[in-house]
């Protein structure tokens, strides 16, 4: 079904607006140039309804990747906290993907842009596992991209920008093309940066390592996970990782909103570890899916209801 032809409902620029009726112009800007930011964002089912998981850090990323691209929003942090809570609430989903955008209007054309307005949508729909059910069980089949990943200096990466997506589209091509479910993207100097729209991280010896933050995007999901192997007494470690030390981890996954925690059982033709989800992996998927259902007493200041 096309994104365009659904039932529901869109908060566009303060306005709900019927889902078919939330349109822009051909010549809004950021088609053209793909200057814009935006969020994934999860609301999950939970016994006192469905909650919105991380939503302030989710709003601050946000609020920083317009910072970070110059763009001025003509709103404040609770309005689009709210109107994330709208838009799962408006269109009665019980767990949602929820996409907040400020984009570019077609109030001019040119890259001075200086002449815009920051428009914004925040919608939301029901949305499954983004890697296949399955394969959170089993884990994926990845290969290293033969692009590389953003440079620090050329659009930067602490932003979510619009425009970043194209790297990560050819990649995931041609992973997909190749007959893997998804890519792994290395640095400019050839080190493990992150997936396409995932954190990585490798066990070995049960420490965790995930690279340090440099061309990738700041994951709140590897924030929380973080945390998570934190408080079970796991140690985690952020460093500069090679590809070879992928190839030898004991268990490897990835994180995001979208992907939750994934495990990867193969990168390159090599089973990692048992060639399955690994121990560690599934304990913290496990307690990854408890803390966002609000099974877990621990917490639930990352909930907000809606
Ligand atoms: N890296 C990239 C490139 C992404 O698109 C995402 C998804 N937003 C992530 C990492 C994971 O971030 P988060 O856990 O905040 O969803």
């Known amino acids: 079904m096309s994104m365009a032809d659904r039932e529901g409902l869109i908060w566009h620029n303060s306005q709900i607006v019927q889902w078919r009726n939330a349109q822009t112009h051909v010549l809004t800007h950021t088609l053209h140039y793909g200057m814009g930011v935006f969020e994934g964002v999860r609301a999950y089912k939970t016994e006192r309804g469905p909650a919105i ?65 920051v428009h914004c949508i925040v919608a939301a729909w029901e ?8 394969n959170m069980k089993n884990g994926i089949r990845v290969r290293v991209s033969s692009f590389t990943r953003h440079h620090v200096n050329v659009t930067m990466c602490r932003a979510k920008a619009n425009g970043n997506y194209m790297n990560s589209m050819m990649a995931l091509q041609e992973a997909m093309r190749d007959g893997y479910d998804e890519a792994l993207m290395l640095d400019a100097q050839g080190y493990v940066m992150e997936g396409t729209g995932e954190n990585v991280f490798l066990v070995r010896g049960g420490v965790l390592y995930t690279p340090d933050l440099t061309s990738a995007l700041d994951g709140i999901t590897r924030k929380t996970i973080m945390t998570l192997a934190r408080e079970l007494g796991i140690d985690v470690v952020e460093k500069r990782i090679t590809r070879d030390e992928v190839y030898i981890a004991d268990e ?38 408890d803390v966002v259902h609000g099974r877990s007493e621990a917490h639930l200041e990352w909930l907000t209801l809606v």
């Open 53 to 117: 998981f991380r939503l302030r850090e989710h709003t601050d990323r946000l609020f920083n990747s317009a910072h970070i691209l110059g763009m001025k929003v003509p709103y404040d942090r609770d309005t689009i906290d709210e109107a994330q809570r709208i838009a799962v609430r408006e269109n009665r989903l019980d767990s949602a993907y929820i996409r907040p955008m400020f984009y570019f209007g077609p109030e001019g054309m040119g890259l001075r842009a200086d002449n815009l307005d």
């Open 127 to 134: 949305w499954g596992s983004y890697l296949g059910e399955e």
């Open 252 to 289: 490897a996954f990835f994180t995001g909103t979208a992907a939750e925690v994934t495990p990867i059982r193969e990168v390159d033709g090599r089973a990692i570890g048992s060639g399955t989800r690994g121990p560690i992996t599934e304990r913290l998927q496990q307690l990854y899916f």
